[in-house]
């Protein structure tokens, strides 16, 4: 534990004790933070330690099962979202939670309006307030103008003056520097220096260890939800910082391997979209597993998902053991041995109420059945099969995949498209928001199959992760490759200088 | 390499077990009860004959209601299926002037049933747009042809043998119509609860996304559902020309809605997903039997609308009050 | 006004013009302001539903007891008016917009408080209302010499050169213009369907605006009741029958998305409106009134698929080329 705060200020906002428990997974534990007047405090972890819940939780979106709010000394609760607002707390999300069919204006008064004669809204002062707002954060943008007809990074801005517009003491940033460019990061920076100014709490939340220690006054660290560690940002090194984030020493907790790497199996060439990546060209081989890492919005999961055929690149040619092959549809793709365990695993992953079993032998359907009729007898079998090499822990075969903890679906995941015996399996974010003891297993599992001589890509933005794992990695900024790195090369400080572009970083 | 030391059941709970504790037992209860009921308020009821003639009340629209199932299962909907019964009822008529004869004519009305789905699945899948509306503008069109064509007109003259279909007996009291809709049943029960077909069906109904994710292949799945709801409806206008032997415009008028009614009551999950055949046949039956009893009260078909409508909104709301009052 | 200018509105509103410029090369008279008048005064009912369909479908939910609930409020103000023929038509408004609303918030209390989908909710109360007009009436009509001459005679009032029927539903278009654009409950409805989640982090209670959604469509399909009986001087069961589907198709015909979120008054006035006129257009340009009913399916067809196009949404954009052109 590092040396607490040495600061004679009392917090703006403090939260103590906070627990807050979902179905399978323990998000929060016993969590604390403290915001001050006038003070940008950094909230690091990796995905899935449990910031976007606390967020929630001082947004009024969650209520915590335990715990205290404190404002100014006092305790508060946020039954709703007007609650937060009301007491002056405010949060630029990290997802843009706007309204395309409203105009500029709206999207930033939603809710809190300003009102004129009969109650009814009154336009002309929501309209200069809002370009008053607008023209305080160097936004050059038309209030009257409608949302969709705007670019990401007005949005931003846009979603920045809506957390303004109400008069907050304290702000939460969910990483706001991810969709924007440089200069616009620069921008941010001088925004949030005016903030301080006018005494407000920042929250700060962010990836990036430059942004951290360039704009942070003090830091908090979260850990599988827990907190590790806080204090003052100048008391504190990025290495230290890193440790914390990760809680153990990277090398060691990954499996060992012995890299038996073969022969060439899939190969990208030119790969192009019109919007999200371009010009993507690699190899992949038997035995290897090919780290991709990136910031968040780099295009990686995009350039994944066109691979799997679920969109269509605008050009671009790929070989299976030296064969081209034309991807139009996942099936296609899972016909060329070709799979992809999603991200977004509630959603593209599991199908939550069907059964353990019918998931998994979804895609396999054509080799358990005879003449296109279920045989329910074989899809056990290559159900049990499969689960049991993960280790797969449920009640039976036949429970929902919903009712299964994060590790336990994913691990559903992986023995679906196991069971097709593909070529290359490609893991996005394979340990994203999963216990510590699944994420063991999950690596461990990879290991084994590589060592089985399947061809593995893993995206991944957990910096230990790729270290760990990886025998090459791509690095991909803006939907390009900006690097590849052998096995020698991958440390923690050359894929972040590349990832985000920083030239003298590396080396 | 399994040598696990844990194993998993297969199942916790028998197939047997699920079925007794499901929505389709409750509904043959809900039948049984009717059934007495009935028996006890008419004495018309238990004749064999009247049952039999019952039968028309529920057998041309629950052919439908299979195929819609189906689709509903896999989150679709298609409220043009009365129009295609017009438009195909139409196409018989109208080729009946030519002289076609009854081959001709079942195979014209299977294929303007079929063409019809055709076009509702290549809006829906084809151009990406969502079914109810597109199916809302196809409701208008085939019935508009059919207006077109006919006005306020009607074909008659269907040949004699083409009489079979509607009216005919297989043997004693047992209609054609009443076979043909135990073995569409039959075929349609094999298809959700048995093939890979089905399970695709589920799969996409639960979470189209992840099971395009898994290979699936969505599109086509959900266009040949759409054929297949148009086929049946083709088959029901064949079937309900032949027993009215006249066609109008204004021919099945409203079926759609109690067609989705019955798939709705035969615990079909309106937002997809989940859902069975034996209780579509289940509550095809209960419908049948509350308008037979009811009829024979001499209550009028407009109040066993309305009972209908209550059953609908009940069945699904008091499971929900009640997990609702419980905690 | 410049959103306006550059909206789907104003398509619609080209559309509109040039059916009417066609209409008129040939039949001069269909444009005749005498003529016009008598058209919107016969789409007035359509316009008033079409304004309360279009808040339901924004909030991604769907009303298709509409109709319905217009049959048993216009039959329940008819007995009403038989009953107690000397009540003023100032309360006979009133009872007529507070049962149809009543109607409306059975159907919004079980969508938003047991969250039964929208279209299963109102496919049975549509025929458990048409179902009442039975149990009240046993079947039978009532006509117009059953109505007193007051009950009868308002819709048909003219001030102005204007029937009172058009004149209440220019007045609801503006009541509601003003309530979508200008109050909160109105933006509430944009964001309740258009981003749900967003909504609720913007403290906005999805399911109680769905609540208000069919109170309004309810009170406006009661309020259309009493105009619609009135002005046709007959009550019965299948009054307005399957004319639900005819609103639904007015709404998307004037670009209100069936996925929720995108809609306007104006669109469904002019939705309302193209419908109306294709309706009466028919009979004057000698085309069987037969064709009306495929024409508007081939119209909500055609701006379904339009509708579509223009709100394709881009795919995200990564990808920073200015930056990488240098």
Redesign the interface.
Known sequence: MSTLTASDIDPLLSLSGVTKSFPGVRALSDVSLNLYPGKVTALVGENGAGKSTVVKVL???YQPDEGEIEIEGQQVRFP???SA?SAGVTAI?QET???????VA?NIF??H?PKGKF???D?SVMTSRASEILSGIGANIEP?A?LKDL??ANKHLVAIARALSIDARAVIMDEPTAAL?QKEIEELYDLVEGLKAQGKAILFISHKFDEIFRIADFYTVYRDGQMVGEGAITDVSEPELVKMMVGRDVNQIYPERDHNIGTDILEVEGYE??????DIGFNLRQGEILGFYGLV???RS?FMQAL?G??RPSGGTVKIDGAPVTIR???D???CGIV?V?EDRG????????PI??NVT??S??RT?RH???NLANE?KLA??Y???L??R??????DVGNLSGGNQQKVVIA?WLA?RPKVIILDEPTKGIDIGSKAAVHEFMAELAAQGLAIIMVSSEIPEIVGMSDRVIVMR???IATELNRAEITPETLVSHAAGIREAAQ | ??T?SRM??????TPLERKLKSWESLLMLVAIGIFIINSFASPYFLNVWNLSDATFNFTEKAMIAFAMALLIISGEIDLSVAAIIALASTAMGAAVQLGVSTEGLVLIGLLVGLACGAFNGFLVTGLGLPSIVVTIGTMSLFRGISFIILGDQAYRGYPSDFAFFGQGYVWWVITFEFVLFAIIAVIYAIIL????????V??IG??A?????????VGRVKFILFLLTGLMSGVAAICLTSRLGSTRPSIAVGWELEIVTMVVLGGVSILG??GSIPGVVIAAFVMGLVTFGLGLLNVPGIVMSIVIGALLISVIALPRLWSMWRT | M??FLASRELLLLIAIGLLLGVISSRFPAFIAPSNLVAVFNDTSPLILLAIGQMIVILTKCIDLSVAANLALTGMVVSLINIAVPGLPIVVMLFIAVAFGAVLGMFNGLLVWKLAIPPIVVTLGTMTIFRGTIFLLTEGKWVNSHEMSDTFKAFPRTEILGLPVLSWIAIAVVILFT?VM????LG?AF??AG??P????????NVGRTQFWAFTISGALAGLTGYLWVSRFAVAYVDVAGGFELTVVAACVIGGVSIMG??GSVPGALLGALFLGIIANALPVVNISPFWQMAISGGAIIIAVVLNAQANRT???????RA??AT
């Open positions: 947004t009024g979106i709703t979202p007007q607002e999300h939670v706007l309204f395309d069919e409203l105009s709206e939603l809710g309006a109650g009814l809204i336009k009257s409608t670019g990401t460019s979209h019109p919007t999200e990546f371009a919005g780099a295009g995009e799997f679920i969109t549809s996942p099936a793709a899972v016909e992809y999603p959603r593209q992953g599991t199908i939550g109420a069907l079993f019918q979804l895609p359907l054509a059945s296109g009729f279920i056990f049990r099969e689960t049991e090499r280790d797969l449920a009640a039976s075969l036949d429970t679906k097709t803006e939907g390009r | 390499m399994t696990t998993i059941p297969d199942r916790l709970q609860h048995m093939t890979n077909f089905g399970r695709a589920y799969a639960n979470n996304t992840a099971a395009l994710f898994s290979g699936i292949r997903g989940s | 410049k959103r003003i654009t200008r109050t909160t933006r944009y964001a258009g981003n989640h967003a909504a609720t982090y913007a403290g906005i979120g995108i881009p795919g995200r954009i990564i990808l920073k930056e990488h």
